[in-house]
């Protein structure tokens, strides 16, 4: 008897032509040798809904759609306790967590890919009570990605961040924070306090389509992030050093302090806003982030 297979897709991710190729999907999960179930989200949070709702009989649930869509159900399956393993079908706008696992961007051919069935063990993050996959972040142009049109990401694909993204350079503002890296070689924390624009904790070699950005020598599996946490800058030259330091240039800047750790937290007066995975993730004052270390099997 085949295996049930819970295939959840957003039929509006990226320019929503891949729908066209569900069929061909399907017909490659059923002679893989799957029963497939399919579920197509409406609004967001149907996703999470439905993954948490998975049954006892499941044995694969595929995530159609961006990296949105991803986080979705992987949050549903961590609120239900499940572990089932998951594939992955990248058709959003930039899938950055694709770049990652290097999955191929035709539809088809990443559900080849999964009923190869080859599983590999990554890392989650536990953002406080909250699960991401690849990114956590606050500051700016983190709101790019959830406050872009999804009409004009449909259009214009990925240029529609960039375009977002150049409206909101006048709108950065810096946030005073205590924030405490525990440093897993030594046991203890390095403390470091000030105003910054920027930070993100993450387990990708891709954000906001850019890749390298996270730095070198990225694993997803180690039980460790790549933290990266911008200064506010004074002046042009220090916009300058700090853009030269995160294309890839060697040559040190105080205002950028990279890490890898398994837990970091950060400590505000006020609520700073956060993404996940490109989603809003609400405004906190407190916020601890471990790493759950192979926390997810998925299909490679």
Same mark, same amino acid.
């Given at each position: 008897?085949?295996?049930? /297979?819970?295939?959840?897709?957003?039929?509006?991710? $990226?320019?929503?032509?891949?729908? %066209?190729?569900?069929?061909?999907?399907?017909?490659?999960?059923?002679?893989?040798?799957?029963?497939?179930?399919?579920?197509?989200?409406?609004?967001?949070?149907?996703?999470?809904? #439905?993954?948490? @709702?998975?049954?006892?009989?499941?044995?694969?649930?595929?995530?159609?759609?961006?990296?949105?869509?991803?986080?979705?159900?992987?949050? $549903?399956?961590?609120?239900?306790?499940?572990?089932?393993?998951?594939?992955?079908?990248?058709?959003?706008?930039? !899938?950055?967590?694709?770049?990652? /696992?290097?999955?191929?961007?035709?539809?088809?051919?990443?559900?080849?890919?999964?009923?190869? #069935?080859?599983?590999?063990?990554?890392?989650?993050?536990?953002?406080?009570?909250?699960?991401?996959?690849?990114?956590?972040?606050?500051?700016?142009?983190?709101? +790019?990605?959830?406050?872009?049109?999804?009409?004009?990401? !449909?259009?214009?694909?990925?240029?529609?961040? &960039?375009?977002?993204?150049?409206?909101?350079?006048?709108?950065?503002?810096?946030?005073?924070?205590?924030?405490? +890296?525990?440093?897993?070689?030594?046991? *203890?924390?390095?403390? %470091? *306090?000030? %105003?910054?624009?920027?930070?993100?904790?993450?387990?990708?070699?891709?954000? $906001?389509?850019?890749? !390298?950005?996270?730095?070198?020598?990225?694993?997803?599996?180690?039980?460790?992030?790549?933290?990266?946490?911008?200064?506010?800058?004074?002046?042009?030259?220090?916009?300058?050093?700090?853009?030269? #330091?995160?294309?890839?240039?060697?040559?040190?800047?105080?205002?950028?302090?990279?890490?890898?750790?398994? @837990? &970091? %937290?950060?400590?505000?007066?006020?609520?700073?806003?956060?993404?996940?995975?490109?989603?809003?993730?609400?405004?906190?004052?407190?916020?601890? +982030? #471990? !790493? /759950? *270390?192979?926390?997810?099997?998925?299909?490679?």
């Amino acid at each position: 008897m085949k295996e049930k /297979l819970l295939f959840i897709f957003n039929p509006r991710s $990226g320019t929503g032509t891949y729908t %066209s190729k569900l069929t061909d999907i399907f017909a490659t999960l059923s002679n893989g040798g799957y029963r497939v179930e399919v579920f197509p989200t409406q609004k967001h949070g149907d996703a999470t809904s #439905r993954a948490m @709702c998975a049954e006892e009989d499941i044995a694969l649930i595929v995530a159609a759609g961006g990296d949105g869509t991803l986080n979705e159900v992987i949050s $549903g399956m961590h609120a239900a306790g499940l572990r089932l393993p998951v594939g992955y079908i990248p058709v959003g706008s930039t !899938n950055d967590f694709a770049a990652s /696992l290097e999955l191929p961007g035709d539809p088809v051919k990443a559900a080849e890919l999964i009923v190869k #069935r080859n599983m590999r063990g990554i890392d989650l993050g536990l953002f406080n009570d909250n699960i991401f996959v690849y990114v956590a972040a606050f500051g700016a142009f983190t709101n +790019v990605a959830y406050e872009t049109d999804q009409a004009l990401k !449909n259009i214009f694909g990925h240029a529609a961040y &960039i375009l977002s993204g150049v409206k909101a350079i006048g709108e950065i503002k810096a946030y005073s924070m205590k924030v405490n +890296v525990f440093d897993d070689a030594a046991g *203890e924390d390095i403390v %470091s *306090e000030g %105003s910054f624009i920027y930070g993100m904790i993450t387990n990708s070699i891709s954000v $906001g389509g850019f890749r !390298n950005i996270t730095g070198k020598y990225v694993a997803l599996s180690d039980g460790l992030f790549e933290v990266t946490l911008i200064r506010k800058p004074k002046d042009i030259l220090d916009l300058q050093a700090i853009i030269t #330091r995160l294309l890839g240039g060697s040559a040190p800047t105080p205002l950028v302090e990279t890490y890898k750790t398994s @837990c &970091i %937290s950060f400590v505000t007066g006020n609520p700073i806003p956060w993404t996940l995975d490109g989603e809003f993730g609400g405004s906190h004052r407190d916020v601890t +982030v #471990r !790493n /759950l *270390e192979k926390a997810l099997q998925i299909c490679i």
